[in-house]
């Protein structure tokens, strides 16, 4: 990541400042960027909440969350050099007087700084908020003005279905243009996903092997050992095929089966993301047993916020197939969960068994396929899977494994995804968000098995806190085809 001050400098307006996104996820990002003098000399940041805090009251409310949730203890000449940057304004977002005074805190601070009038705007707050903050600001001239850039990054959820995505999309689009619009997949800007395009782009041994002629299936896997925790109310009304499948799940499936654009612009991966996830092969109701196992972890309904009989999924788990001629008859497995073994997110691209081996027959001795593993988080890094001989004087196989641990380098200090999500929305790049188009495209596929999900309750299986997940994912591999969940 690097610094340029002409193009990054701005002011950052972070609405929902006092909530729980912008203490885990901003103010240590900041905090680092800052650290690593990467924050532009005329960047400052204007926190807006409803809460009547004083500046210093909200620096100690920041820093408090600061120390309670990073283990690493604050450098003081670091925090003090941040917390110079950053201005408070209680703002109730429906009060059109609190947006007079943002108008006047922005315009101010401009002028003092003599900054080029760039304004970055971060809604950290309930997705029922998005149109009235970008309604107020539109009514009030905050964002439209003679010179500099205005951009806004907005988190998930990006609506709840495919309707009301185009309806928040419209409202939004009646202020921002679509390249100024920053929707947050965190996901895109995962070191090793980012990778997946690397290693197939510039690897001469895997693009060309890079379909249904050798590879004979794909896993998408990222697990969560905790529960909702806090997020109870949020997640109740989501579950895991809105939280996880219909952005990040479905955004790693589309890198690692699009065809590899030319060169790497925002606008040429949009529109190959987007051929596949247009691409994806609906679900039909009868065949639902053998493409989706849902399952919800023990005590969740005693989660706090959660409906007492919610059949809210907190597992998915579903076969996909993608009607396009470089995956013909490959399915791609997504399995995604909370309160499950262990933490992991990895893509496993399974090959198919070579045909014809010598001597195997003879000896009785089962080949492993080949697996290329790309492990991306908590451990980052590549595991290529592939048969030996054994050493010795007769022909046994041996399975062994090319393993490359990306974070266990000691110069590699992986940045946050939050640090490389600010410093490319203040760059203007935009190749780690997603497109208006890629949002319409996993939506209207996903809300028929949503809807499937919603209407059959029954088909919800409870599964043990820490275990695998719910009894019968098993049954989306076929065993007589060599597969299983790895
Ligand atoms: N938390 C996470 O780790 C996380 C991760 C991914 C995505 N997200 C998304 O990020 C967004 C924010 O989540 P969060 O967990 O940070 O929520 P949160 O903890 O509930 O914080 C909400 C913020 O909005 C402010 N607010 C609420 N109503 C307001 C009003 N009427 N006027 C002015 N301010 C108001 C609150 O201010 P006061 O405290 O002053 O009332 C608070 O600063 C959500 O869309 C969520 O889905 C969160």
Same mark, same amino acid.
């Not at 006047?104 to 809604?123: P, S, T, V, W």
């Not at 009030?140 to 010179?147: L, Y």
């Not at 009868?286 to 409906?307: I, T």
């Not at 013909?328 to 496993?348: C, S």
């Given at each position: 990541m690097a610094r340029d001050d002409e193009q990054m400098n701005c002011l950052m307006v972070i609405f929902g400042a006092t909530g729980d996104l912008t203490s885990r996820k901003l103010v240590p990002a900041l905090y680092r960027l800052e650290a690593k003098d990467l924050l532009p000399d005329g960047f400052q940041v204007v926190a807006a909440a409803r809460k009547e805090y004083s500046k210093e009251q909200y620096l100690a409310h920041i820093r408090d969350k600061y120390e309670a949730y990073n283990q690493e203890s604050l450098e003081e000449n670091i925090w003090n050099k941040l917390a110079d940057r950053w201005h408070y304004l209680p703002l109730e977002f429906g009060n059109t007087d609190d947006y007079l005074k943002l108008k006047q805190k922005l315009e101010g601070l401009e002028k003092d700084l003599g900054n080029n009038g760039n304004r970055l705007f971060y809604l950290a707050v309930s997705p029922q908020y998005f149109e009235t903050i970008a309604r107020q600001m539109k009514a009030h001239d905050i964002t439209k003005r003679e010179q500099g850039w205005q951009r806004l990054m907005i988190e998930k959820p990006f609506g709840r279905d495919a309707a009301s995505a185009r309806e928040l999309n419209q409202s939004l689009r009646q202020v921002f243009e679509e390249e100024e619009l920053f929707r947050i997949d965190h996901y895109l800007v995962k070191e090793m996903v980012q990778n997946l395009m690397t290693l197939r782009a510039a690897n001469q041994i895997f693009e060309p092997t890079w379909n249904a002629d050798h590879i004979d299936h794909v896993q998408i896997i990222s697990t969560e050992k905790d529960g909702v925790g806090t997020r109870g109310g949020y997640y109740d009304q989501a579950g895991a095929l809105r939280d996880m499948v219909q952005n990040h799940m479905l955004q790693m499936l589309a890198l690692s089966a699009m065809e590899m654009p030319d060169f790497l612009t925002a606008e040429k991966l949009r529109a190959e993301k987007v051929k596949i996830l247009k691409s994806l092969v609906p679900f039909h109701s009868a065949e639902m047993e053998k493409r989706l196992v849902l399952g919800q972890y023990e005590g969740y309904r005693e989660e706090p916020r959660v409906a007492a009989a919610s059949s809210t999924e907190t597992f998915a788990a579903l076969k996909v197939f993608l009607k396009h001629p470089r995956w013909k008859g490959v399915p791609f497995y997504l399995k995604t969960g909370k309160g499950l073994a262990e933490k992991n997110a990895r893509i496993v691209i399974q090959y198919k068994?070579?045909? #014809?081996?010598?001597?195997?027959?003879?000896? !009785?001795?089962?080949?492993?396929?080949? $697996?290329? +593993?790309?492990?991306?988080?908590? *451990?980052? #890094?590549?595991?290529?899977? %592939?048969?030996?001989?054994?050493?010795?004087?007769?022909?046994?196989?041996?399975? @062994?494994? =090319?393993? %490359?641990?990306?974070?266990?380098? /000691?110069?590699?200090? +992986?940045?946050?995804?939050?640090?490389?999500?600010?410093?490319?929305? =203040?760059?203007?790049? *935009? /190749?780690? %968000?997603? !497109? &208006?188009?890629? @949002?319409? /495209?996993? &939506? +209207? &596929?996903?809300?028929? @098995?949503?809807?499937?999900?919603?209407? !059959?309750?029954?088909?919800? *299986?409870?599964?043990?806190?820490?275990?695998? #997940?719910?009894?019968? @994912?098993? $049954?989306? =591999?076929?065993?007589?085809?060599? *597969?299983?969940?790895?």
């Amino acid at each position: 990541m690097a610094r340029d001050d002409e193009q990054m400098n701005c002011l950052m307006v972070i609405f929902g400042a006092t909530g729980d996104l912008t203490s885990r996820k901003l103010v240590p990002a900041l905090y680092r960027l800052e650290a690593k003098d990467l924050l532009p000399d005329g960047f400052q940041v204007v926190a807006a909440a409803r809460k009547e805090y004083s500046k210093e009251q909200y620096l100690a409310h920041i820093r408090d969350k600061y120390e309670a949730y990073n283990q690493e203890s604050l450098e003081e000449n670091i925090w003090n050099k941040l917390a110079d940057r950053w201005h408070y304004l209680p703002l109730e977002f429906g009060n059109t007087d609190d947006y007079l005074k943002l108008k006047q805190k922005l315009e101010g601070l401009e002028k003092d700084l003599g900054n080029n009038g760039n304004r970055l705007f971060y809604l950290a707050v309930s997705p029922q908020y998005f149109e009235t903050i970008a309604r107020q600001m539109k009514a009030h001239d905050i964002t439209k003005r003679e010179q500099g850039w205005q951009r806004l990054m907005i988190e998930k959820p990006f609506g709840r279905d495919a309707a009301s995505a185009r309806e928040l999309n419209q409202s939004l689009r009646q202020v921002f243009e679509e390249e100024e619009l920053f929707r947050i997949d965190h996901y895109l800007v995962k070191e090793m996903v980012q990778n997946l395009m690397t290693l197939r782009a510039a690897n001469q041994i895997f693009e060309p092997t890079w379909n249904a002629d050798h590879i004979d299936h794909v896993q998408i896997i990222s697990t969560e050992k905790d529960g909702v925790g806090t997020r109870g109310g949020y997640y109740d009304q989501a579950g895991a095929l809105r939280d996880m499948v219909q952005n990040h799940m479905l955004q790693m499936l589309a890198l690692s089966a699009m065809e590899m654009p030319d060169f790497l612009t925002a606008e040429k991966l949009r529109a190959e993301k987007v051929k596949i996830l247009k691409s994806l092969v609906p679900f039909h109701s009868a065949e639902m047993e053998k493409r989706l196992v849902l399952g919800q972890y023990e005590g969740y309904r005693e989660e706090p916020r959660v409906a007492a009989a919610s059949s809210t999924e907190t597992f998915a788990a579903l076969k996909v197939f993608l009607k396009h001629p470089r995956w013909k008859g490959v399915p791609f497995y997504l399995k995604t969960g909370k309160g499950l073994a262990e933490k992991n997110a990895r893509i496993v691209i399974q090959y198919k068994l070579p045909i #014809g081996s010598w001597s195997l027959a003879e000896t !009785h001795q089962e080949l492993i396929p080949n $697996r290329l +593993t790309i492990q991306i988080q908590p *451990r980052e #890094g590549v595991v290529l899977s %592939f048969n030996t001989k054994k050493p010795g004087t007769e022909d046994i196989l041996m399975p @062994v494994k =090319m393993d %490359f641990c990306q974070n266990c380098l /000691a110069v590699t200090n +992986t940045p946050e995804a939050y640090e490389k999500l600010l410093m490319e929305a =203040m760059k203007g790049e *935009r /190749a780690s %968000f997603t !497109h &208006w188009d890629e @949002v319409e /495209a996993s &939506w +209207t &596929w996903i809300e028929g @098995v949503i809807s499937w999900a919603e209407s !059959h309750p029954e088909a919800l *299986r409870v599964y043990q806190m820490g275990s695998e #997940g719910p009894e019968g @994912v098993e $049954r989306l =591999m076929s065993p007589n085809e060599g *597969r299983e969940w790895l």
